[in-house]
């Protein structure tokens, strides 16, 4: 079916789903030493974090780039969401795209670690957000 005949609730309650099945995988992969791996999945779960925030307000992007700035701009800069956060998730795509496409780039466990948790806390704030809008039934 098109996306227009979903609700923007049952969109924002497949991400976040999408973001939680995201993590599971990450820490999978980081306990059979998957490091790389592991920063890919947990990247996604941010990605998915913040695409259902973007679902809320009825929009999505293409690039993560543009995903990720117009989150920083309509919710980090705002402080609805904490900068520090944003930092995070600045550091994350770098972290991810590092993991994915740099021949040489050793991911260690540490680094996946933080990458897994700072997944965790965004996806957190997320599902907090979403049920001070409503949009949080049986998330």
């Not at 079916?1 to 049952?10: A, H, L, N």
């Not at 998915?48 to 990720?68: C, F």
């Not at 550091?91 to 496409?101: F, G, T």
């Amino acid at each position: 079916m098109p996306p227009e005949f979903y609700k923007k609730s049952d969109l924002v309650k497949y991400r976040i789903k999408t973001a939680e099945e995201d993590i599971h995988s990450a820490e999978v992969l980081l306990s059979v030493k998957e490091y790389k791996a592991a920063n890919n999945r947990a990247y996604y779960s941010i990605f998915h974090s913040i695409s259902a925030i973007h679902a809320m307000d009825g929009v999505s992007y293409k690039r993560h780039k543009d995903a990720i700035a117009n989150f920083n701009k309509s919710y980090v800069k705002t402080e609805i969401f904490p900068r520090e956060l944003g930092h995070r998730i600045a550091e994350a795509s770098l972290i991810r795209h590092a993991s994915d496409y740099n021949d040489f780039y050793i991911a260690t466990k540490d680094e996946a670690s933080q990458q897994i948790q700072t997944a965790k806390d965004l996806l957190t704030l997320v599902k907090q957000y979403c049920e001070q809008k409503d949009f949080g039934d049986n998330i």
